[in-house]
């Protein structure tokens, strides 16, 4: 069923029914909805008079005022040419949504916009089309509820853009610079994955499992992987956006470890490691069960620059190390 918002024709016979004391379910049944829209469209909709406490309750006209005054403050940038040029502009030149709108603000602005109302247009069907979501500092597939969001710094700041490399690093001039990635592999084996680590002047591999895909998680393994490397045989890590790379800054503060970024939706900027997922792919498939991989199959310590067998007793060929010809 395509989607199509609520009019004022429906409201009136959501108020009727909720009048008979019809059950929300079966208000959206006949309306040919989602019961949660309906409840969702009950709560935000609803009028409420402190005053005169009997008025309180959910009434057409009124949730159809309600619902054609937010529809308007979401479309604002698309009503203003010129503020929504303005918007896009920053949102290319790296600016955050919150630092756009405090910005307006700041300058005394005749027209603002909230930040609330640009993440609104990122993700609406305009915003998508242009592909606005790749210039957020921290992209998602859509926009969460705004009362299910926690306030937090960004999750990949600027300064940790791939183009602010030192000059070593992109020219492959010495050792320890390297670039990090997760194989996925099918949902219906359970959690456990594996990344893959290429160092970026010699091709160096290093492959290890985890059992889950939290950002905590892999970390740990991460550094217990290489901590004990010199510390100028581990400078950096690049990874691509993916929110399991979320705790970069223990690297650098537990283990001196720099992290570095591709921009968003370009894992290609990370070649490397990228090229070498594709080769590993011929033992360890999309359908393997990770979690039959014995550490013993994956080498005998995290430092192993062997691609593993994809279980112990699957019957594949053990692969050549890395350098040899197949």
């Not at 409840?39 to 005053?51: H, P």
């Amino acid at each position: 069923m395509a989607h199509s918002e609520l009019d004022l024709r429906d409201r009136r016979r959501v108020v009727d029914m909720l009048r008979a004391k019809v059950p929300v379910d079966e208000i959206a049944v006949a309306l040919g909805r989602h019961r949660s829209t309906i409840y969702r469209e009950i709560g935000r909709n609803r009028f409420v008079d402190a005053e005169l406490p009997y008025l309180t309750g959910y009434w057409g006209v009124v949730a159809q005022n309600k619902a054609t005054a937010r529809r308007a403050r979401r479309r604002k940038l698309m009503r203003l040419p010129a503020l929504l040029d303005a918007v896009v502009d920053r949102l290319k030149a790296g600016w955050s949504p919150e630092q756009i709108a405090g910005r307006l603000r700041y300058e005394g602005q005749a027209v603002t916009v909230s930040h609330e109302t640009i993440y609104a247009h990122v993700y609406s069907r305009e915003g998508r089309a242009a592909e606005l979501a790749r210039h957020l500092p921290d992209r998602r597939r859509q926009r969460r509820s705004r009362f299910a969001r926690r306030p937090q710094g960004l999750v990949f700041p600027p300064e940790r853009a791939i183009q602010n490399r030192p000059a070593w690093v992109k020219e492959r001039a010495v050792f320890g610079d390297w670039e990090g990635d997760l194989m996925i592999f099918r949902r219906e084996h359970g959690l456990a994955n594996v990344a893959s680590l290429v160092e970026r002047k010699t091709r160096y591999a290093v492959l290890f499992r985890n059992n889950d895909r939290s950002t905590r998680h892999l970390m740990d393994r991460l550094m217990t992987a290489i901590a004990a490397l010199p510390q100028t045989a581990r400078r950096s890590i690049t990874f691509d956006r993916d929110i399991e790379f979320s705790g970069w800054r223990r690297l650098q503060n537990e283990i001196g470890t720099e992290a570095w970024f591709c921009e968003p939706q370009a894992p290609w900027q990370k070649g490397t490691v990228e090229n070498f997922n594709k080769r590993a792919r011929r033992y360890l498939p999309r359908e393997t069960v990770v979690a039959e991989i014995s550490d013993r199959s994956m080498g005998p310590s995290a430092h192993n620059s062997t691609i593993p067998r994809a279980s112990a007793s699957d019957g594949r060929r053990r692969p050549k190390p890395s350098g040899q010809k197949s």
